[in-house]
C-alpha cells in the first residue's frame, strides 16, 4: 500500500480565489489596472502602512528598496546569514556587502546584542529576518538603527500576519518587505510588496519597478533607470482575495502547529523554535532542532528516510555565508558563524499546511521519532 504524499507546503486556495482571477481574465485590464492599487490598499491597511507598492517578487521588492535607498557600491548592510538567500543577495546585487550578524540560538533570528560591533562607517542599514514567522527584536534593533542613523529594512517575507507588542510585521522599519511565492502564508503565485510610510520611497520604488517612469510622463518617457518588476492585476487579484482570508489562513496554519507543538514539544531529542515575548506569530514552516549529537549526515539521512515514507521535509536553512559565490568573494568558511551552522545542521521542515490532519501530524512525528 502506498501511503498519502504529504507536501511541505501547500497553498491555500478556494473558490473565492479563482473566481476573483477569472474576473480579471474576463475584463481586458490584465496589468496596471485596478486591482494593483485595491491590492496595495488593502496590504498597506493590513501592515498599517502609509504605502504599499507591488512588485513581481519578494527579492524584487528587496532589490527596489536597496536601490531606491541610494545603497550601493562601498556601502554595508548588516543582516543574518540563517535566512533565504535574498535577504544578503540583495546589497550583493547593487554592489554592498552584506556584513553578517550570528543569531540568537534560541529565537532563531539575528542577535541584536552582537549588531553594534559590525557597524562601521560604511554601514547604512540594518535588515533583519523575521524568520519562520518569529519577529526579530525591534525595540532593539529600532535602538541600534536610531542611534548610528541607519535604515531599517524588515524582511517580513515570512511573518504576514504575524505581531510583536500588538503591532504586525513590515509596520516598524523604514520599510518592510514580503513575498508570496505559493509555500507563503498568501500567494499570488508570484509576487511580492514593499510597505512603507515614506512617500518619497514609495513613489521612486513605483518609478523603479516600472522603467524608470513617473506618474504622468507617458510610456515612453524614463528619467531614470529602472527594471520591469511589475505585478500583473491577475496576481493582484489573487493576492487581494488571499489577503480576506488572511484570519481563517492563519487560523488554519495555528491549529496545525499546535498539533506539531503538543506531540514534539515534550520531544527530549530536538527543540522547537522559542517564541520571543511579545510576538504572536502566523508560522510559515515549522522546524525542528535536532539535538547536538545529531550532526549533518545524520540530518540529512533523516530527511532521506522521511521523503522515502511519503512526508515532504527540507533543511531550512542552508547558511547563506557557506554558499559557493559568498565563499569565493568574501573568503568565509566553516566557523565563522557557528551558531547559524549548529543550527543550520540540524533543522527539518515537516510538511505545514492546511490540509494536515491530526492522525497526518500523528504519522509525520511518528516517522520522524522512529529516526531518531
Ligand atoms: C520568500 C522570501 C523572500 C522573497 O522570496 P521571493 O521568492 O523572491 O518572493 C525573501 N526573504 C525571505 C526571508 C523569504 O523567505
Redesign the pocket.
Known amino acids: 500500500m502506498t501511503e498519502k504524499q504529504l507536501p511541505l507546503a501547500r497553498p491555500n486556495i478556494t473558490q473565492v480565489e479563482i473566481d476573483a482571477v477569472v474576473a480579471v481574465l474576463e475584463s481586458s485590464d490584465l496589468s496596471l489596472g485596478p486591482k494593483l492599487p485595491a491590492f496595495e490598499e488593502a496590504f498597506a491597511d493590513q501592515c498599517r502602512r502609509k504605502h504599499a507598492v507591488a512588485c513581481s517578487?519578494?527579492?524584487?521588492a528587496?532589490h527596489l528598496l536597496i536601490r531606491a535607498m541610494g545603497i550601493r557600491d562601498g556601502d554595508e548592510v548588516i543582516t543574518t546569514p540563517f535566512?533565504?538567500i535574498?535577504?544578503a543577495n540583495c546589497a550583493l546585487i547593487e554592489g554592498a556587502k552584506p556584513v553578517f550578524v550570528d543569531i540568537d540560538p534560541h529565537t532563531w533570528n539575528i542577535d541584536p546584542a552582537r549588531i553594534e560591533a559590525a557597524v562601521t562607517p560604511k554601514t547604512k542599514a540594518i535588515l533583519p529576518?523575521d524568520v519562520f514567522g518569529q519577529m526579530v527584536d525591534m525595540d532593539a534593533i529600532l535602538d541600534i538603527a536610531h542611534r548610528h542613523d541607519l535604515r531599517m529594512i524588515e524582511?517580513s517575507?515570512?511573518a504576514l500576519g504575524s505581531t510583536y507588542k500588538g503591532k504586525p510585521a513590515g509596520s516598524f522599519g523604514d520599510a518592510g518587505?514580503f513575498?508570496?511565492?505559493p509555500n507563503?502564508q498568501i500567494t499570488t503565485g508570484?509576487?511580492?510588496m514593499i510597505v512603507t510610510d515614506d512617500a518619497a520611497l514609495a513613489r521612486l520604488s513605483r518609478s523603479l519597478r516600472n522603467q524608470g517612469r513617473d506618474g504622468n510622463g507617458g510610456w515612453l518617457a524614463h528619467p531614470r533607470l529602472g527594471f520591469n518588476y511589475r505585478i500583473s492585476d491577475i496576481n493582484c487579484a489573487l493576492g487581494i482575495a488571499q489577503l480576506h482570508r488572511l484570519t481563517e489562513i492563519a487560523s488554519e496554519r495555528t491549529r496545525v502547529y499546535e498539533l506539531y507543538q503538543t506531540r514534539l514539544g515534550p520531544e527530549k531529542r530536538l527543540t522547537l523554535q522559542g517564541l520571543r515575548p511579545g510576538v504572536t506569530p502566523n508560522w510559515?514552516v515549522f522546524v525542528v532542532r535536532l539535538a547536538n549529537r545529531y550532526n549533518l549526515a545524520d540530518r540529512d539521512r533523516i530527511l532521506v528516510s522521511l521523503r522515502e515514507k511519503g512526508i515532504g521535509c527540507s533543511n531550512y536553512f542552508a547558511p547563506i555565508h557557506l554558499q559557493p559565490f559568498y565563499v569565493e568573494e568574501f573568503g568565509y568558511r566553516r566557523g565563522d558563524f557557528p551558531v547559524c551552522e549548529a543550527l543550520a545542521d540540524r533543522t527539518v521542515a515537516l510538511p505545514f499546511h492546511h490540509e494536515l490532519s491530526s492522525e497526518d501530524v500523528d504519522r509525520v512525528c511518528g516517522e520522524l521519532r522512529n529516526q531518531l
Not at 517578487?57 to 524584487?60: E, L, P, Q, R
Open positions: 517578487s519578494g527579492t524584487c528587496l535566512s533565504f535574498a535577504s529576518v524582511d517575507c515570512e518587505v513575498g508570496f511565492y507563503k508570484e509576487g511580492g510559515f
